[in-house]
T-cell receptor, first 114, second 109 residues
């Protein structure tokens, strides 16, 4: 079974620039998550999709962050404009269904905002 | 609001000995708890879980204990191996997954 694919692995941008991350979940996984992990902290949920619908985006800073999963498979997360405090690892995860199904994570994108 | 707390940022153990990683939580509505393991530059991987109605779950060298009255769980690894060196996250699940801050385990050969 192929795992969760994320790209790019690393990105360095200046503040106020925009950036986009891409995620391809495990085939057949209906639920997709984006997490932000700041150094020294645990992953924090940004947004959760069930197929192509948003289940929870309560912790997504919507003034600068947006995410979509148009066909219920791949997803993109965008930040525009970026701030210094957005420097973090952005992790995509998928699960077979909502609830307590274990999350399968990609290797993440490490974003550095200078 | 940190609903899952891992108060020990790091732990060092000799190879062959027992590693005990601790976790406290505040949300009594969590219905499952999971442990994830993370190597550098990789995403977290699922290790073991326990339902809130159980007090112990064992899988090979890994055992998770849950004390609901104390809102405390622990992960025991025995015997510890150098390949177990990683960051371990405790997770509580309700409407979403809540991660602790992680404990970095180093197993010394």
């Amino acid at each position: 079974e192929a795992g969760v694919a994320q790209s790019p692995r690393y990105k360095i941008i200046e503040k106020r620039q925009s950036v986009a991350f891409w995620c391809n979940p495990i085939s057949g996984h209906a639920t997709l998550y984006w997490y932000q992990q700041i150094l020294g902290q645990g992953p924090k949920l940004l947004i959760q999709f069930q197929n192509n619908g948003v289940v929870d985006d309560s912790q997504l800073p919507k003034d600068r962050f947006s995410a979509e999963r148009l066909k219920g498979v791949d997803s993109t997360l965008k930040i525009q404009p970026a701030k210094l405090e957005d420097s973090a690892v952005y992790l995509c995860a998928s699960s077979l269904e909502q609830g307590n199904s274990p999350l399968h994570f990609g290797n993440g994108t490490r974003l550095t905002v200078t | 609001d940190q609903q899952v707390k891992q108060n020990s940022p790091s732990l060092s153990v000799q190879e062959g000995r027992i590693s005990i990683l601790n976790c406290d939580y505040t949300n009594s509505m969590f219905d499952y708890f999971l442990w994830y393991k993370k190597y550098p530059a990789e995403g977290p991987t699922f290790l073991i879980s326990i339902s809130s109605i159980k007090d112990k779950n064992e899988d090979g060298r890994f055992t998770v204990f849950l004390n609901k009255s104390a809102k405390h769980l622990s992960l025991h690894i025995v015997p510890s191996q150098p390949g177990d060196s990683a960051v371990y996250f405790c997770v509580g699940t309700g409407n979403q997954f809540y991660f602790g801050t992680g404990t970095s385990l180093t197993v010394i050969p």
